[in-house]
């Protein structure tokens, strides 16, 4: 449990700044990630390091357990298919990556939940 409850930490500080970054510097992000998908190398290496992020957080995390430990399973599966996805379909994805840099309301909802996310489990991995 103690493990689930550093994970919670480490992964609702990160979702609570990037949410931030992500409702107040939409502009920046979207340069970023116009930058991103113009790099066709460093969207393969973020393919490996959401595989390996997803691994990990699979690794030290219980499937059948509820609430904070259902919750870090389904991030873990996520980033892992996201790396799947990433590295399967590259030129699918930097399509993808575009529209949605193009759409300012895309950034602000993906961020306004990557706050939410981070409330929940900042609350109990600090908390509860």
Known sequence: MITINILAQIFG????FAGISMIFNRKTVKLV?????SDAG???NMGFMFIFAGSFILAFS???GSGLSAML???GILAFLKGIYLLWLPGHSTKLYKKIAENNSIILITGII???????????????
């Open 73 to 75: 399973s389904i991030i």
């Open 33 to 37: 990630v116009d930058r991103m998908v």
């Open 13 to 16: 500080m990160t979702f609570l």
């Open 42 to 44: 460093l969207i393969w």
């Open 114 to 128: 990557a706050l939410l996310a981070s409330f929940y489990l900042i609350a109990k991995g600090f908390y509860f």
């Open 62 to 64: 219980n499937f059948y």
